[in-house]
Nanobody, 118 residues
Framework: QVQLVESGGGLVQPGGSLRLSCAAS????????MRWYRQFPGKERELVAA????????NYAESVKGRFTISRDSAKNTVYLQMNSLKPEDTAIYYC???????????WGKGTLVTVSS
């Protein structure tokens, strides 16, 4: 059974930091690109950050470059999103996504809410 379980969301003040985690199971994590998306109310999900299966390649949305860092731990089958210098406009539901190489199958987590507010 495929599972992507996000954690680490919550309420933080502007300028603060949070680290999101996504624990993966039930599929070949080591051969999957891992991505974080976010969704604002009434909007489509947007890609925030991605990391290749080997961890050697990353890319970020322009709006988070220099503030967010994606990483993965293959021993723990977990992907992280370190979010620094958070802004109120980062408030959204953050979703973990796995894209299996070759097959192109996508898996999604249920999301975790991040609220940036004073």
């Amino acid at each position: 059974q495929v599972q992507l379980v996000e954690s680490g969301g919550g309420l933080v003040q502007p300028g603060g930091s949070l680290r999101l985690s996504c624990a993966a199971s039930g599929f070949p994590f080591s051969s999957s690109t891992m991505r974080w998306y976010r969704q604002f109310p009434g909007k489509e999900r947007e890609l925030v950050a991605a990391i290749t299966s080997g961890g050697g390649g990353t890319n970020y949305a322009e709006s988070v470059k220099g503030r967010f860092t994606i990483s993965r731990d293959s021993a723990k089958n977990t992907v992280y999103l370190q979010m620094n210098s958070l802004k109120p406009e980062d408030t959204a539901i953050y979703y973990c996504n796995a894209l299996r190489e070759f097959s192109g199958i996508n898996y999604w987590g249920k999301g975790t809410l991040v609220t940036v507010s004073s």
